[in-house]
């Protein structure tokens, strides 16, 4: 290898040019055309945006592949980036046969649109309903048996995107070894700016750092659960069966909030109840959240974004659901798709939608290939670093909230908040650990479901509410998994959120305990946060992690701090307890 250059030569500097004018090209169609399949779907709409997003593979690949021509001693160090990224770019990589290219994209809108389309019938129900009905029954019910059915009603929509899933593990990991990666999971782990294993021996270091903090918060919750359904339906020291848990993958456990309640500690709110009672409307549930991000002295959302958006389920056609956030046009376009209730859930969700948009607006006037987050648990973790400062006193500054409740009622907060954030960790990590494997092969077709099983026992501690047969597929009943979308992120995100969370409190000068600080309102944390996000992709994570936390690694300290006087609580509640499944 020749010396690195410090200037690109003419000709690799005009290859970049154009691969980001005709990717950005390319890529704005794409978006257009999902939106309108996401947002209306039917068999025109699929085929349309499963073609033009075989379009945009198609053409990043190319590009891709062309550019193994230019050595290092051509590219100045931003462009060198840009070619390591290039060949990152996109969740997916399509096979070199145009036929299988488009073959695959179809899979993946067709498995994404049977999602969509689930419904079941709950026992002694008069209709079928979708995922959100489905979902607020589990959150609600506390009968053993319609917990059940409506659990096994909604995972039935796996089982009939198993065929499809199975071709689409073998075509994407075609595409991704044409890219000279070993499979696509591999693909995906290499987007970290460090190598694949080292990558998930990080994730493992996280893990093993929360690890016992998640073990704790279910002993508490499995021994509740024992006093309210009995040691029948759950064994004092196995794992919970999942339709206990308030949330159809027991990734997060706040719905069962009232019947975990510290009773001597319980904050005495409840902000669905908040935000109903007052007649919120959909539009002000997101403008709620605007507010706080203008508060940082970020700027306010383009009238595009109010125009364009879609906030609530349309009644004559089928849309997908699950909340996300665009940015069609990688400039200004911005919306949100969501089917918004008023709920504290959705109030939250919202603050993570809007996250991802003032990312993509930060970002907006990097070049093309830089246009994304540091990696992708920053993306996530913006509007939920947000979250975590929806505090009683930001709701009574909103004038949600008559009065904060004293500190004798921080286990009641921190409870609930760690039904939010502690109990998703292990799903955040059990998601994509099944998925390498299946994408490595490591684990053939035939145990899909035995291995999902057998991996969310081992890292959640739950079991679903029957043996399941290897027939079912079960990952597929969870959105990413038909979508393509990589799971770890979120993970990522759950640990990155805190450590955000302290540093800009620190940074807005906020004295007190961690889960009493918002940054609402401080400029200079919105500097601080504000100035990361400008930098989108253009440098490696750690720099962008130093920007806003003054620290070059991950680390859970800022969630360990949180949740410490929680952790006391739960180890004197657990004395006489069991931990660990
Ligand atoms: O999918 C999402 C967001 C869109 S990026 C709503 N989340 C994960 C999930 O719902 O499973 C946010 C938290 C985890
Ligand atoms: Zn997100």
């Not at 009238?303 to 956030?325: L, T």
């Not at 906020?510 to 889960?515: D, N, Q, R, S």
């Amino acid at each position: 290898m020749g010396a690195e250059a410090t200037t690109s030569s003419p000709e690799a500097s005009r290859f970049l040019a154009e691969t980001e004018a005709e990717l950005l090209d390319l890529v704005t169609e794409q978006q257009r055309t999902e939106w309108v399949y996401q947002t209306h779907i039917t068999p025109d709409t699929e085929a349309l945006s499963s073609r033009s997003y075989a379009r945009y593979v198609n053409t990043a690949v190319r590009r891709a592949k062309e550019s193994t021509r230019f050595g290092p001693g051509e590219l100045s160090p931003a462009d060198r980036r840009k070619m390591t990224l290039l060949r990152l770019l996109l969740p997916i990589i399509a096979p070199d046969d145009p036929t299988e290219s488009v073959e695959l994209t179809r899979l993946v809108a067709s498995m994404q649109g049977a999602y969509a389309r689930g419904r079941h019938t709950p026992v002694g129900g008069a209709e079928p309903l979708d995922l959100q009905g489905l979902s607020r029954i589990l959150a609600e019910s506390r009968d053993p048996r319609l917990l059940a059915d409506v659990w096994s009603g909604w995972h039935a929509v796996g089982r009939s995107i198993r065929p499809e899933f199975v071709r689409y593990v073998d075509l994407s990991n075609r595409g991704a070894r044409g890219l000279g990666f070993a499979d696509l999971g591999a693909m995906w782990r290499s987007k970290y700016d460090m190598e694949p294993e080292a990558f998930a021996r990080e994730v493992d270091r996280l893990w093993s750092e929360v690890a016992p903090l998640y073990r704790s918060l279910h002993a508490y919750v499995r021994s509740r659960l024992v006093a309210v359904y009995g040691r029948d339906r759950v064994p004092e020291a196995g794992p919970i069966p999942s339709q206990f848990l308030g949330n159809m993958w027991a990734q997060s456990w706040e719905s069962i909030y009232p019947l975990l309640a510290p009773p001597d500690a319980d904050p005495g709110y409840d902000l669905t109840k908040l935000l109903v009672d007052r007649g919120t409307s959909v539009e002000q549930m997101v403008r709620y959240a605007e507010r706080f991000f203008v508060s940082l002295g970020l700027p306010a959302l383009p009238p595009s974004f109010w125009e364009r958006s879609m906030f609530v389920r349309p009644r004559d056609r089928e849309v997908v659901c699950h909340a996300s956030a665009w940015d069609i046009d990688y400039v200004e376009d911005l919306r949100i798709k969501m089917c918004v209730e008023i709920t504290a859930e959705d109030f939250q969700t919202i603050h993570h939608e809007l996250g991802h948009n003032y990312y993509q607006r930060a970002y907006a006037r990097q070049p093309f290939l830089f246009r994304d987050s540091a990696h992708d648990g920053f993306h996530e973790a913006v509007g939920d670093t947000i979250q975590l400062s929806v505090t009683p006193e930001y709701l009574v500054r909103i004038g949600l909230l008559d009065r904060a409740p004293d500190a004798s009622r921080d286990i009641g907060l921190l409870l609930y908040r760690a039904l939010e954030k502690v109990a998703f960790l292990p799903f955040g990590l059990a998601v994509d650990r099944w998925r390498w494997d299946v994408f490595s092969g490591a684990i053939p077709p035939a145990d899909y479901n035995p291995t999902w099983w057998e991996i969310r026992r081992r890292y959640q501690g739950v079991v679903p509410p029957a043996p399941r047969s290897a027939e079912e597929f079960d990952a597929g009943a969870k959105y990413h998994v038909p979508s393509n979308v990589a799971y770890m992120r979120y993970f990522l995100a759950h640990v990155l959120q805190f450590q955000f969370h302290r540093a800009l409190v620190r940074t807005a000068g906020i004295p007190g305990p961690l889960h009493r600080a918002s940054i609402f309102g401080s400029e200079a944390a919105g500097r601080s946060l504000g100035e990361m996000l400008a930098m989108g992709m253009s440098r490696e994570w750690p720099d962008a992690l130093e920007a806003i936390a003054g620290e070059r690694r991950m680390s859970t300290a800022g969630l360990l701090e949180y949740f410490a006087p929680l952790q006391r609580w739960l180890d004197e509640q657990n004395r006489s307890t069991p931990v660990g499944w």
